[in-house]
């Protein structure tokens, strides 16, 4: 597994961002991926993550009805589209993969972050 993330930048209050997180292993329709973000001076967190068949997603509460997490398994691709961002939503964002959904909180593969912006 080997991610790489992308898409991150600057954008207004209300706008909107979309992250991809392509792996360029052979596997990664077989693994659980998540997003995870870093805000200055506070510890990495949750934000959402999306079964191998995209079956089932899961956000924290924070960013429900805002941001949504997809995935491509044809393209080796997992998204993060996140609307009506909020200054608090500036962070590095890393996506992360395991071969269990129930161990996306401590997973065992991360990308590199992507840094999203919003300035208010």
């Known amino acids: 597994v080997q991610l790489q993330a992308s898409g991150g930048g600057l954008v207004q209050a209300g706008g909107a961002l979309r992250l991809s997180c392509v792996d360029s292993?052979?596997?990664?329709?077989?693994?659980?991926m998540g997003w995870f973000r870093q805000a200055p001076g506070k510890e990495r967190e949750f934000v959402a993550a999306?079964?191998?068949?995209?079956?089932?997603?899961y956000c924290t509460d924070s960013v429900k009805g805002r941001f949504s997490i997809s995935r491509s398994n044809a393209q080796n691709t997992v998204y993060l589209q996140m609307n009506s961002l909020k200054p608090e939503d500036t962070a590095i964002y890393y996506c992360?993969?395991?071969?269990?959904?129930?161990?996306?909180?401590?997973?065992?593969?991360w990308g590199q972050g992507t840094q999203v912006t919003v300035s208010s």
């Open positions: 992360a993969a395991d071969k269990s959904i129930a161990r996306i909180y401590t997973p065992d593969y």
């Open positions: 292993g052979r596997r990664f329709s077989t693994y659980a």
């Open positions: 999306i079964t191998w068949s995209g079956l089932s997603t």
